[in-house]
């Protein structure tokens, strides 16, 4: 069963440099709140919750959760970067592109947007 972990939302928490405190503040969660999911006492806060603190840590409520030998799909709020990723998951030369161009520096990428701006025309 997949299951809340009070661990790697400490990681997160932690990496950013944030405290219970300041969380509460930035999504507007009562602190009483935010200490019982971060200590593990609430294992089952709401969506809603889990969305405000991904986003106050900048990461995916995906990096919350431990996932028990099942495949998983990620949770993607935005529909068409769903559709993206599917389709690269799905095409052996999209995920080639994609390891290709995720290693880009900033100016070879530009240059690569640029050319595919050029494809479509």
């Known amino acids: 069963m997949n299951t809340l972990s ?3 939302l400490n990681f997160q928490k932690t990496k950013k440099g944030l ?3 300041k969380i509460s ?9 935010i200490d019982k999911i971060f200590s593990g006492a609430n294992k089952n806060p709401t969506l809603d919750t889990l969305q405000k603190i991904a986003g106050t840590l900048d990461c995916s409520i995906d990096d919350f959760i431990n996932y028990e030998n099942t495949p998983v799909e990620p949770v993607y709020l935005d529909k068409k970067i769903k559709e993206i990723f599917k389709l690269i998951q799905e095409n ?3 995920i080639k592109i994609f390891e290709n161009i995720k ?15 050029r494809l479509k025309k």
């Open 25 to 33: 503040q930035l999504t507007g969660i009562p602190i009483s709140n």
């Open 92 to 94: 052996k030369i999209y």
């Open 103 to 117: 290693c880009l520096n900033q100016e070879d990428l530009e240059l690569f947007l640029n050319f595919s701006e």
């Open 6 to 8: 009070k661990e790697k």
């Open 19 to 21: 405290t219970n405190l």
